[in-house]
């Protein structure tokens, strides 16, 4: 847990997985949020659709959930791609965005990865200019499992 202090406030990021007790409201959080993917990460979620190794990230203020990303072996590319781990599903609350909060939550899904061995993490979305700000390198367009084209970004640990 990374406790983040803001104007009287405390930001913590989580990484959680089944049996955590705000496991069921991430679930009914993403399943609710404005961003249609949501729904992908809370069925998932409710199928318990992870390895042991994997993890959901929540980030929290006085334990409402602002934003969530996953931390998972594969996301939407084609299973013949080698590529692997990725960091998806980063959604921001809209009154939050600007805060931060993705940054913070995928720095803990970094350190995540380095102590976990990965010496690289993934990333594919269709947003310009947001990821290299974090420490990406866009590698490519590729088609996903959705049948449309996404940048794919690999961020280096070291």
């Known amino acids: ?6 104007k009287g406030t405390s930001m913590e990021i989580l990484l959680i ?3 955590y007790p705000l496991w069921d409201k991430t679930i009914s959080y993403a399943q609710n949020c404005s961003w249609n993917a ?14 042991d190794w994997e ?6 203020e006085q334990e409402r959930i602002i934003g969530f990303c996953s931390f998972t072996e594969k996301d939407a590319l084609p299973e013949y791609y080698d590529f692997k781990p990725f960091i998806g599903f980063v959604f921001v609350d809209e009154n939050r965005r600007g805060n931060r909060v993705s940054e913070r939550m995928i ?12 010496s690289k993490v993934y ?6 200019g947001l990821y290299e700000k974090y420490g990406f390198e866009k590698i490519g367009d590729y088609e996903t499992i959705h049948g ?5 970004f690999q961020r280096n640990i070291i």
């Open 17 to 19: 997985q089944k049996g």
């Open 55 to 60: 993890r959901v990230i929540i980030a929290t």
């Open 107 to 118: 720095d803990q899904a970094v350190r995540y990865a380095e102590k976990t061995g990965f």
């Open 1 to 6: 847990m990374i406790v983040f202090l803001r």
């Open 38 to 51: 949501g729904s992908f990460l809370a069925d998932k979620m409710k199928r318990n659709d992870f390895f």
């Open 123 to 128: 990333l594919t979305s269709d947003e310009r």
């Open 148 to 152: 449309t084209k996404e940048q794919l």
